[in-house]
């Protein structure tokens, strides 16, 4: 089975840092992912980690420790469009088995 | 064309009602998914489709049927849905071993 465990919600400040924690106990891993939801649309993609490390795209950095079972998405330069839903995916061995995280809502203030 | 699309955008269904979601992809996608999100919940994976063959099936009711007519098209057929199946349902594809999957906008299904 697997089990995706990510913080429930979050507030951060306008032009301020934030990092969203990712933890997964997956009885197979094939890749994690991050992808935006605004309320109401699709998700988007946002990065993708199937080694251990830091990637890192524009203001976003996503970050890998497969011994550790953790990742996190750092989120620079806080924008008052950032405030959505993140959510936390992993791909087991079969790779077309995508599980999803709760989402972490993210508020962004002024 | 970088696209997924579903049709409809919205749905509104009584429980002996048929209907059809459809979504479609020119992208060469070779992996199609249906997903299930209900409010202020995470997608969740219903079924999966790899070069036309149904790959993954999560115990899904059977007034849920999936199809795959060609590797650019995924229909999923509805029929005696029940009140607590409504929800967005999302459609997404990929590449068979990518590195992402790709979402469409999602129906918003209401079964009264």
């Known amino acids: 089975g697997q089990n995706i465990d990510q913080p429930t919600e979050m507030t951060a400040t306008e032009g301020a840092i934030v990092q969203i924690n990712c933890t997964y106990q997956t009885s197979g891993f094939n890749g994690l992912f991050w992808y935006q939801q605004h309320a109401g649309e699709a998700p988007t993609f946002l990065s993708y980690n199937v080694l251990d490390g830091l990637e890192e795209k524009g203001r976003f950095s996503s970050f890998l420790s497969r011994s550790k079972g953790y990742s996190y998405l750092l989120l620079k330069e806080l924008q008052m469009k950032d405030s959505a839903s993140y959510l936390c995916?992993?791909?087991?061995?079969?790779?077309?088995?995508?599980?999803f995280g709760a989402g972490t809502r993210l508020t962004v203030k002024p | 064309d970088t696209e997924v699309t579903q049709t409809p955008k919205h749905l509104v269904m009584g429980m002996t009602n048929k209907k059809s979601l459809k979504c479609e992809q020119h992208m060469g996608h070779r992996a199609m998914y249906w997903y299930k999100q209900k409010a202020k919940k995470p997608p969740e994976l219903m079924f999966v489709y790899s070069y036309e063959k149904l790959s993954i099936n999560e115990s899904v009711p059977s007034r849920f049927s999936p199809e795959c007519p060609n590797s650019s098209l995924l229909n999923l057929h509805l029929h005696a849905l029940q009140p607590e199946d409504s929800a967005l349902y999302l459609c997404?594809?990929?590449?068979?071993?990518?590195?992402?999957?790709?979402f469409g906008p999602g129906t918003r299904l209401t079964v009264l």
């Open positions: 995916a992993v791909r087991g061995h079969n790779n077309n088995d995508m599980r």
């Open positions: 997404a594809s990929s590449k068979p071993r990518g590195s992402e999957q790709f």
